[in-house]
């Protein structure tokens, strides 16, 4: 295959002035695995630099297929538009790294935020485990937010760790769900709720309006034990409709007043802070974790050690420490 050279003074010019084919490339190159475009993404990472950072808004979304995601980020983003933000929604979907399609973050699937100037709409990259993906999109937010998009809108679905990936890479995360009460209750995962800084009852419209205002009240009260020592704060649960539009002021204004809370206590940037440092050390295990697979002592070991501690001659204990040694040598 020709191999385009790759011009990483101009990319991170194009970037930095915001020119859409340019960050295109640009994504396209942190989301290479390439060890040589590898290299050439960290060297535009630091080229582009931070500067967009400091005013963005990274907001995490979540929640099962069908309650309305697409249809929320694209009237929200055309609320945020008119209220002069510029708009970048991407995607974190594992199980396109399995399918090599994306349903998360299709352009389709919102009409008229992806037509807009102001607005850039990327899916999930389609290759690489999620540690993958979710390197892929820390750095795209980098990206993104050296072009001048000051809002990042991250999207993804309840599918195993992608939550907690999101939430960790994000300044609030979002849970929308459907009107539920009682028992219905109980088939919310406890781990997202965990999570959210913000859940959205969605639909809340027509005949549907005043059951998730019920619903809302009785989830207010399951995260009431959930975070019950939040003293900074204290999640709250709303209802929307990303159909009609109604609630999309209010949940920007609480994605505003929750950052303005955080930075009041000086935990906005430590947030992000940290968020970098736990990342660092994520791909620390990432990697090391690779290297030990590949590893030609643990790979010519690994098939006896394992049937010795099969057949019980060997305990796990013993069977760690000699693959270990084998990594080590
Ligand atoms: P996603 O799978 O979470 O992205 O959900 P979609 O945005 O594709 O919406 C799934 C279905 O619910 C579609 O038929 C939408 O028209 C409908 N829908 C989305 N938002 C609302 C809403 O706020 N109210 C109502 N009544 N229907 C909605």
Not at 312 to 321: C, D, I, Q
Request: aromatic letters at 4%.
């Amino acid at each position: 295959a020709k191999r385009r050279t790759i011009d990483v003074d101009q990319l991170a010019d194009d970037v930095r002035h915001g020119k859409r084919p340019g960050l295109a490339r640009a994504i396209t190159l942190v989301e290479s695995t390439r060890a040589d475009h590898r290299d050439l993404a960290q060297q535009l990472l630091l080229k582009v630099g931070s500067e967009g950072a400091a005013k963005s808004n990274r907001v995490g979304i979540t929640g099962v297929p069908g309650v309305g995601k697409s249809t929320f980020i694209d009237g929200l983003g055309m609320y945020l538009l008119g209220l002069g933000h510029r708009v970048a929604v991407l995607a974190v979907d594992p199980s396109s790294t399995r399918t090599g399609g994306s349903i998360l973050g299709d352009k389709t699937r919102m009409a008229r935020l992806s037509v807009e100037r102001d607005a850039f709409i990327r899916p999930s990259p389609t290759a690489g485990t999620l540690g993958g993906v979710a390197k892929a999109t820390r750095e795209t937010i980098v990206l993104l937010e050296a072009a001048g998009y000051d809002v990042v809108l991250v999207e993804t679905v309840g599918v195993g760790q992608s939550e907690v990936t999101v939430a960790n890479m994000v300044d609030v995360f979002c849970f929308l769900t459907l009107a539920r009460t009682g028992d219905q209750l109980q088939g919310i995962k406890k781990g997202v709720l965990e999570l959210a800084d913000l859940v959205a009852v969605n639909k809340a419209d027509g005949r549907h309006e005043l059951e998730a205002k019920a619903a809302a009240r009785e989830l207010q009260g399951a995260m009431r034990l959930i975070h019950p020592r939040d003293s900074l704060w204290r999640p709250p649960v709303l209802t929307m409709s990303g159909l009609n539009g109604t609630g999309l002021d209010t949940f920007w204004d609480t994605v505003l007043k929750h950052r303005g809370v955080l930075t009041e206590a000086g935990e906005f940037a430590e947030k992000r802070r940290r968020q970098q440092v736990d990342w660092t050390w994520t791909m620390v295990h990432d990697q090391l974790l690779r290297r030990l697979a590949e590893s030609p002592g643990v790979k010519s070991l690994r098939a006896e050690v394992e049937s010795q501690v099969r057949d019980g001659s060997l305990t796990p204990a013993l069977a760690a420490e000699q693959i270990l040694r084998a990594f080590d040598a």
